[in-house]
């Protein structure tokens, strides 16, 4: 073969590990959304059989010939940007990483990371950290040596990174968070001593859940959800999956006396899937072979779990709790929900959706405090990676981190530093990417308003075209095309900065809670 | 390796197949019931590519060897009832069919169904005979060459029917076809002549949908099918699918003025449902490994179609149609609908849903003409297979069995002999197992009904447990440890025979229309 006909039979190969990819993510979104429960061990016997058939067929040695073979082709890698030197890009990233862990530490993480859920759901449910403690320090060590594995230039912590957010290091998060942090706890203490507060009650209202449904369904059509190509379904935890090039599938929940729940996680979702519903799908014309199916491809993927965040956040937060976009929905809105809002002012219900106070848990936290509860656990993740923080130290460390930011302190573990399910699945690395994706949302967010804004305006009529249509020329129809960084630079013009992020939080609070 | 590992290995390798099997079963549910239709051809290489693992792993010549090791040992098939020599059997069964078609014959059906589907499409539009006619000569030549390669001793349709009745000959259905064509014939004759005919307006009183949803809810559960362990959904045709041991997926369909569409669609689906769910699922103790999960297997798989038909159409008719189970359930159905029925007595709602008339489409004739439909299709298949009949003939042969056995003719070929959609798709087999199922359904009632019964009188009381009960033990619990035939005399004491099925038909309908 030459490396060309190499290539062309690595692509065969990974459409066809992508194919068999989305079959089980068909079965994923199946046993959340419709499965009986009751089925759920045949289920999880059904993923584990296609988990080893994808990784077997991935790490297939061949598959290392076929990208090296096709490596050395000029007219395939030449140009960093042709549709085939970024598939190769990211195909040796991929295989390098899958073949680099010997057997026995991936089926020793599988088997520790297995029990220590069932160990850290019991353990929160005790309130009693010591439970999951050799769990977690049996997981570190793991999670060390599998860095060690995989390799790294300054620190064992960028290495894992590499699995959430491919090209990014610990020593930009240590410039990226610390200004962050710092100006993020100022605005916690002016917002927890303002005179002025939202009336939460509002929030608590009933919205009969039929009502809802339909609603939701025009938020996310009405920012550009193609239901066409798509779906809204309930389940436990909302999630977005994309299961092939005209189907995605978004999922929200229902609370009669929560509508803000529903509201914003359906703008969410619809926000990660408008990324994937614009994702190339088709080669262009300069791509040599123009109208070939490239869905399943790098060249046609999301660029990483930062870039994906971006563009929820982006429409939950930047553009769905914006005044401009409550403009035109409050109407709507009371219409939908007949007496139930009609004593409210826009700013009275706006004040109320972008309410803001410290608290313990991260999942139920704000735009201002979100990143607060991420710096922490960065802080603690980057330090026992580094071998400078012991496990048993970590209760101390959440504890003061807390009372620092936020000036409280958790009354149990359980609401504390054994809230978060991620690290008894040895996911170091994973939570940063929320906050690069608010600060990604807002500097995209400015970007596009100075180029084909300003956008407000347009919002208050309830045109969200412009801005999605910035986006996807901007950030999806790229792919892989670029690593996040390089991306952010390209479509902005700058590198990441929080500057764009924290003027927003200032424009936004500063005048709902007057500073 | 000795026999007993082969078999261990085979079994390992059988469970996996079936896994995989069952992960298709998910997609195609997925893509009748939820999927975005835009997604259809992504989804339809998703199949493909599991239709070829499937193949490849099943057609595996490894597999073959371990068929033939293990089935040198006697302690694995001395028994002819255990666990492993039915798996045996079975799996040797499947294995030579599946290897005796070549390559290049199986491509050339492929090709030659999927043009001749859309081609009949068209014709079925155009009225166009003569369009269909030569893929239908391409799919007959192809189909003859298919049962010269599986082999036959009488009659090449024979290898035809295994695919669908294992076991079953075309001798054995000449022998119970005729009398039973003869008797149908004359009761229609005596049906069309009464002076005695249904109110059929009734069937269209207005019914809310939801209403109908929550009434269906309740007859499914009422006859034992368990939601725990299943769902039902909506799709355009109605459905049963078996997606694991605790997943069955029934599908109903609902129209506002047409009730009878979706009660007894739930009832025949909810019949082939439970047989799925009281299949076998683990090992018994007296098969040396109890607890073990055998699902998948042939042990604990359905016997045929035929069979799985006579549950469904028990369900459906001899429960579903009878007078004691609208004694019980007419009240109900009063109140479900509240007002629509009130001024109907018991008799007349149940002439109603019994009524009967010839007509020219299959899926819409009812308990009497059914079956005379299928006589009719069966003839021309054996005669078309076995050379005597050819393709340009049959609609005449078809418009003369009409008239003989309906006294009405087609108007157009649309809705005569270009009605259906199977000989398209290349299946000539299908069709007598349709009537078959009738004919097990009314033999089994009558057995049950002899051991457990009187059942009229538990129906009336909403009890449908004792038959449920009969059924469970005398069929769905042998999974395919005897072949639908032997199956039949073990649970009814007697050879299959179109008695049972023409006296039930007799005694209702003769009742009815007064004959």
Same mark, same amino acid.
Request: a negative charge; proline letters at 6%; aromatic letters at 12%.
């Given at each position: 073969m030459n490396p060309e006909q190499s290539y062309e039979e690595l692509l065969r190969r990974m459409k066809e590990i992508a194919v068999l990819g989305n079959?089980? &993510? %068909?079965? &994923?979104?199946?046993? #959340?959304?419709?499965?009986?429960?009751?089925?759920?061990? @045949?289920?999880?016997?059904?993923? *584990?059989?296609?988990?080893?058939m994808l990784h077997h067929k991935f790490t297939d040695p061949a598959v290392g010939d076929l990208i090296s073979q096709s490596e050395s082709s000029k007219a395939l890698t030449g140009d960093p940007l042709s549709?085939?030197? !970024?598939?190769?890009?990211?195909?040796?990233?991929?295989?390098?990483?899958?073949?680099? =862990?010997?057997?026995?530490?991936?089926?020793?993480?599988?088997? %520790?990371?297995?029990?220590?859920? !069932?160990?850290? !759901?019991?353990?929160?449910?005790?309130?009693?950290?010591?439970?999951?403690?050799?769990?977690?320090?049996?997981? %570190?060590?793991?999670? +060390?040596? +599998?860095?060690?594995?995989?390799?790294?230039?300054?620190?064992?912590?960028?290495?894992?990174?590499?699995?959430?957010?491919?090209?990014?290091?610990?020593?930009?998060?240590n410039q990226l968070f610390p200004p962050l942090k710092k100006s993020?706890?100022?605005?916690?203490?002016?917002?927890?001593?303002?005179?002025? +507060?939202?009336?939460?009650?509002?929030?608590?209202?009933?919205?009969?859940?039929p009502a809802q449904v339909a609603f939701c369904r025009t938020l996310a059509e009405a920012i550009g959800f193609d239901f066409a190509k798509g779906r809204i379904d309930v389940s436990t935890h909302p999630f977005t999956t994309g299961l092939g090039p005209s189907d995605t599938r978004i999922t929200t929940r229902f609370e009669e006396t929560n509508f803000e729940n529903a509201f914003f996680s359906t703008l969410h979702e619809a926000g990660h899937g408008i990324y994937d519903q614009n994702l190339p799908a088709y080669a262009e014309a300069s791509a040599g072979r123009p109208g070939e199916s490239i869905y399943g491809t790098p060249r046609a993927s999301a660029v990483s779990l930062g870039i994906h965040e971006s563009q929820s956040r982006?429409?939950?937060?930047?553009?769905?709790?914006?005044?401009?976009?409550?403009?035109?929905?409050?109407?709507?809105?009371?219409?939908?929900?007949?007496?139930?809002?009609?004593?409210?002012?826009? #700013?009275?219900?706006?004040?109320?959706?972008?309410?803001?106070?410290?608290?313990?848990?991260?999942?139920?936290?704000?735009?201002?405090?979100?990143?607060?509860?991420?710096?922490?656990?960065?802080?603690?993740? %980057?330090? $026992?990676?580094?071998?400078?923080?012991?496990?048993?130290d970590i209760p101390g460390v959440w504890?003061?981190?807390?009372?620092?930011?936020?000036? $409280?302190?958790?009354?149990?573990?359980?609401?504390?530093?054994?809230?978060?399910?991620?690290?008894?699945?040895? *996911?170091?690395?994973?939570?940063?990417? @929320?906050?690069?994706?608010?600060?990604?949302?807002?500097?995209?967010?400015?970007?596009?308003?100075?180029?084909v804004g300003p956008l407000e305006?347009?919002? #208050?009529?309830?045109?969200?075209?412009? =801005?999605?249509?910035?986006?996807?020329?901007?950030i999806h129809s790229h792919g892989q095309q670029y690593r996040a960084n390089e991306l952010c630079k390209v479509a902005t013009g700058k590198e990441l900065s929080s500057e764009y992020f924290l003027n927003h939080l200032q424009k936004k609070f500063g005048g709902l809670y007057g500073f």
């Amino acid at each position: 073969m030459n490396p060309e006909q190499s290539y062309e039979e690595l692509l065969r190969r990974m459409k066809e590990i992508a194919v068999l990819g989305n079959t089980a &993510g %068909v079965l &994923g979104w199946d046993q #959340e959304v419709y499965m009986p429960a009751a089925n759920a061990p @045949y289920r999880a016997e059904q993923l *584990s059989l296609l988990a080893g058939m994808l990784h077997h067929k991935f790490t297939d040695p061949a598959v290392g010939d076929l990208i090296s073979q096709s490596e050395s082709s000029k007219a395939l890698t030449g140009d960093p940007l042709s549709d085939s030197a !970024v598939n190769l890009r990211e195909w040796r990233h991929s295989y390098d990483r899958s073949t680099k =862990l010997p057997q026995r530490l991936v089926e020793e993480m599988a088997r %520790v990371t297995s029990n220590a859920q !069932v160990e850290w !759901v019991e353990a929160r449910k005790e309130n009693k950290f010591s439970r999951f403690q050799p769990w977690l320090e049996k997981i %570190v060590a793991l999670t +060390q040596e +599998q860095a060690k594995c995989y390799g790294y230039k300054d620190h064992p912590y960028d290495a894992l990174l590499e699995d959430y957010e491919p090209g990014l290091t610990s020593a930009q998060l240590n410039q990226l968070f610390p200004p962050l942090k710092k100006s993020l706890a100022e605005m916690v203490t002016k917002i927890t001593s303002s005179k002025r +507060q939202p009336d939460l009650s509002i929030l608590k209202r009933k919205c009969p859940v039929p009502a809802q449904v339909a609603f939701c369904r025009t938020l996310a059509e009405a920012i550009g959800f193609d239901f066409a190509k798509g779906r809204i379904d309930v389940s436990t935890h909302p999630f977005t999956t994309g299961l092939g090039p005209s189907d995605t599938r978004i999922t929200t929940r229902f609370e009669e006396t929560n509508f803000e729940n529903a509201f914003f996680s359906t703008l969410h979702e619809a926000g990660h899937g408008i990324y994937d519903q614009n994702l190339p799908a088709y080669a262009e014309a300069s791509a040599g072979r123009p109208g070939e199916s490239i869905y399943g491809t790098p060249r046609a993927s999301a660029v990483s779990l930062g870039i994906h965040e971006s563009q929820s956040r982006l429409w939950e937060n930047l553009v769905g709790r914006s005044l401009p976009f409550w403009k035109y929905f409050f109407p709507e809105l009371k219409k939908a929900f007949p007496g139930t809002f009609d004593d409210l002012s826009l #700013e009275t219900f706006h004040f109320a959706i972008n309410h803001s106070a410290p608290s313990f848990i991260r999942t139920e936290s704000d735009e201002v405090t979100y990143n607060l509860h991420i710096c922490l656990r960065y802080d603690i993740e %980057v330090n $026992i990676i580094g071998g400078s923080l012991k496990a048993a130290d970590i209760p101390g460390v959440w504890n003061d981190s807390m009372k620092k930011y936020f000036g $409280i302190v958790p009354p149990t573990d359980s609401v504390g530093c054994l809230q978060d399910v991620h690290w008894s699945h040895g *996911s170091f690395g994973y939570f940063p990417t @929320y906050t690069l994706g608010n600060l990604y949302s807002a500097q995209f967010f400015d970007a596009a308003n100075k180029e084909v804004g300003p956008l407000e305006g347009k919002f #208050e009529k309830g045109d969200f075209k412009p =801005l999605k249509k910035w986006l996807n020329e901007k950030i999806h129809s790229h792919g892989q095309q670029y690593r996040a960084n390089e991306l952010c630079k390209v479509a902005t013009g700058k590198e990441l900065s929080s500057e764009y992020f924290l003027n927003h939080l200032q424009k936004k609070f500063g005048g709902l809670y007057g500073f």
